[in-house]
């Protein structure tokens, strides 16, 4: 079983920035794609960044140029450093990772959510 685990959310003014935190443990043998998706208050949960093992890096256009992701695979990590929040960015936001178990098993996790809320 993997866990994902998030911390950083909180309450902040628009413009303002916010780095969110997700850590991985269990038994994996490694983290293929990790990410971070959100949900808002009656809309369906949308993608917000994705990070591949490689480094590679997909964002919402909404989000491209404020938020940056990234990793650290030496600690089974993904980060969203968030900048000039907006009002809009304010949602419930989840971790998402994908892999292969200590079995070779393939897995997809989520972590339990983390409040962003933004005001203006």
């Known amino acids: 079983q993997v866990q994902l685990v998030e911390s950083g959310g909180g309450l902040v003014q628009a413009g303002g920035s916010l780095r969110l935190s997700c850590a991985g443990s269990?038994?994996?043998?490694?983290?293929?794609?990790m990410g971070w998706y959100r949900q808002a208050p009656g809309k369906q949960r949308e993608l917000v960044a994705t990070?591949?093992?490689?480094?590679?890096?997909n964002y919402q256009d909404s989000v491209k140029g404020r938020f940056t992701i990234s990793r650290d695979n030496a600690r089974n990590t993904v980060y969203l450093q968030m900048n000039n929040l907006k009002p809009e960015d304010t949602a419930v936001y989840y971790c998402?990772?994908?892999?292969?178990?200590?079995?070779?098993?393939?897995?997809?996790?989520w972590g339990q959510g983390t409040q962003v809320t933004v005001s203006s």
């Open positions: 998402y990772a994908d892999g292969f178990t200590s079995s070779w098993a393939p897995f997809h996790s």
């Open positions: 269990g038994r994996f043998a490694s983290f293929n794609a």
């Open positions: 990070i591949t093992s490689g480094g590679s890096t």
